[in-house]
């Protein structure tokens, strides 16, 4: 029996704050210097170098912010926290996601699931990423199954190579609930 299936009719609606699902990326760099703590993901990671910035600089934090704002057009990590505002001065960037998400959540949004990569020569960060899926986790109101975290070197190509900085990149989908 040949049964014919109705057409599907999709209704675009060009207004985010109705749309079901949104995508946003991130990206961010630190240079790394002797003298500094590294924080990633939340976690401090013991290295002879940290990441330099106005912040704890923690670089997949902050690339997983402005994913988040990036979803939804709230601009930049630069504009909500200005590294020449002394209140962020040396801040805990789970601070700053913490007050993202809330900034996500205002908007009727909350995070399906965030797909992360960092990129470093130094140090292998492979036994800090459980505990970094929790921290991220914890402050999203995510499980750690739905965040993922990603690590690659540039094969001693380039600043990375020389162990000069580092870099992340976030992907993040988000949900409308309210
Ligand atoms: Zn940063």
């Given at each position: 029996?040949?049964?014919?299936?109705?057409?599907?009719?999709?209704?675009?609606?060009?207004?985010?704050?109705?749309?079901?699902?949104?995508?946003?990326?991130?990206?961010?760099?630190h240079?790394?210097?002797?003298?500094?703590?590294?924080?990633?993901?939340?976690?401090?990671?013991?290295?002879?170098?940290?990441?330099?910035?106005?912040?704890?600089?923690?670089?997949?934090?902050?690339?997983?912010?402005?994913?988040?704002?990036?979803?939804?057009?709230?601009?930049?990590i630069?504009?909500h926290?200005?590294?020449?505002?002394?209140?962020?001065?040396?801040?805990?960037?789970?601070?700053?996601?913490?007050?993202?998400?809330?900034?996500?959540?205002?908007e009727?949004?909350?995070v399906?699931?965030?797909?992360?990569?960092?990129?470093?020569?130094?140090?292998?960060?492979?036994?800090?990423?459980?505990?970094?899926?929790k921290?991220?986790?914890?402050?999203a109101g995510?499980?750690?199954?739905?965040?993922?975290?990603?690590?690659?070197?540039?094969?001693?190509?380039?600043?990375?190579?020389?162990?000069?900085?580092?870099?992340?990149?976030?992907?993040?989908?988000?949900?409308?609930?309210?």
């Amino acid at each position: 029996m040949h049964i014919k299936q109705a057409p599907t009719v999709y209704i675009c609606i060009l207004n985010y704050k109705s749309m079901a699902y949104r995508i946003g990326t991130g990206i961010d760099f630190h240079q790394l210097k002797e003298g500094r703590d590294l924080w990633i993901g939340g976690v401090k990671i013991p290295h002879s170098k940290g990441a330099v910035g106005h912040s704890d600089a923690d670089v997949l934090l902050h690339a997983i912010c402005d994913a988040l704002l990036g979803a939804l057009c709230l601009g930049d990590i630069g504009v909500h926290f200005p590294d020449t505002d002394a209140a962020y001065k040396n801040i805990d960037s789970k601070i700053l996601l913490a007050q993202t998400i809330a900034l996500i959540k205002k908007e009727g949004y909350s995070v399906v699931n965030m797909d992360t990569s960092l990129c470093l020569e130094e140090p292998k960060i492979k036994p800090y990423t459980a505990q970094m899926r929790k921290t991220i986790a914890g402050i999203a109101g995510i499980t750690e199954k739905d965040i993922s975290i990603k690590a690659t070197t540039t094969e001693k190509m380039g600043f990375v190579g020389r162990e000069e900085g580092l870099m992340a990149y976030a992907s993040v989908l988000l949900e409308k609930v309210v």
